[in-house]
């Protein structure tokens, strides 16, 4: 696993968090080594001397030390949902500025508050923490209030990038939180989360690293996709998508009726996947395109990975067996990696 970036992480810790949300958005997979705090791995202290996680470390000896920094290489690589807006700036300074409220703002009075037992006179200054950080979340909830996310219907990175905080301060009390009537959409917002399978993705417990044996891929069950030289990917497309993709520029459609920002990536197979995809999925679906992609051409993550749900894992465990894997596409489909596109007539 020595070629995967080593993330060095503490699966409580709300920094570490965000920074494992954006891998799994992203579709990087990574060597997980989870740290126990009181007894840190001289290999972490060696790559990052201060010993905080979490701390990525790429294969070409870079370390990036920064829970933001960390989120931002992630989703450099590949951002499916378009947590980072790009494009829009009004949108990334408010992003900026929600980011800053919180590690700036929120952070230390959620610290006071939660341990306050850690600090001289934490017991006396409690209450005043819980309600500085209780004026930061009103001005989040207010702007929940018009979409459910911070910057309207849909989430972007600083929802992320909040959300594990508002997660450890509602642990702090949650029947008082849960009683706070005026943040109900604040409480729906955190709901959603605290449900999602992106937090149950990046909860998952792990014992501490113990070297000099590898850690874990992260996400579990993921691997680098590994190909044959010369190995194309293949995807089925309904003509009137490929059609879309042709005007607008690139494809991203990521299975019949879904979009790449619905699912967070573009469905793939291999040549050998091909009639049993077709089959399961596209039965009745009349004309298909066979789109055959050349991964080298792709700018974005490309991982393999078992199905999320569904028949195919039941009956893998029925068999006893691992389910098959497949290549997912963590971003849009350039025009220019589909080498050839083959008509795929309608079954008789």
């Not at 990036?64 to 378009?82: F, K, N, R, T, Y």
């Amino acid at each position: 696993m020595a070629e995967l970036p080593v993330l060095y992480s503490f699966r409580r810790c709300p920094y570490a968090l965000r920074a494992r949300l954006a891998l799994l958005a992203a579709g990087v997979v990574v060597e997980l080594r989870e740290v126990a705090l009181k007894a840190k791995p001289e290999a972490l202290l060696k790559a990052s001397p201060k010993g905080t996680v979490p701390v990525l470390l790429l294969p070409d000896g870079q370390v990036i030390e920064e829970s933001l920094e960390v989120m931002g290489w992630a989703l450099h690589q590949g951002d499916p949902h378009d947590w980072c807006r790009r494009g829009d700036s009004a949108a990334q300074q408010a992003m900026a500025s929600l980011i800053a409220s919180n590690d700036d703002r929120f952070k230390p009075h959620l610290d006071r508050f939660k341990y306050a037992s850690r600090y001289p006179d934490g017991a006396d200054q409690r209450e005043e923490h819980h309600r500085a950080a209780l004026t930061v979340l009103r001005e989040w909830n207010a702007r929940l209030a018009p979409g459910g996310w911070l910057l309207g219907d849909r989430p972007c990175l600083a929802d992320w990038a909040l959300l594990p905080f508002v997660r450890q301060f509602r642990i702090a009390d949650p029947t008082d939180f849960d009683a706070l009537a005026d943040l109900a959409p604040l409480q729906q917002w955190l709901g959603r989360f605290l449900a999602s399978p992106e937090l149950a993705a990046v909860m998952t417990k792990h014992a501490p690293w113990q070297p000099p044996e590898p850690g874990p891929a992260f996400p579990a069950g993921s691997r680098q996709l590994r190909l044959a030289p010369g190995e194309r990917l293949h995807h089925l497309a309904l003509p009137d998508d490929w059609e879309r993709a042709q005007a607008n520029g690139e494809y991203r459609i990521s299975t019949r009726g879904r979009t790449l920002e619905q699912v967070g990536f573009i469905h793939a197979c291999r040549e050998h996947q091909l009639t049993a995809t077709r089959c399961r999925f596209y039965s009745d679906a009349g004309p298909l395109l066979e789109l055959v992609i050349d991964p080298a051409r792709l700018s974005c993550p490309v991982r393999e990975e078992p199905p999320s749900a569904g028949s195919a894992i039941d009956e893998a465990m029925a068999a006893g067996r691992e389910p098959e894997c497949f290549p997912h596409i963590y971003g849009p489909l350039p025009l220019t990696a589909v080498d050839a596109v083959r008509p795929i007539p309608p079954p008789h």
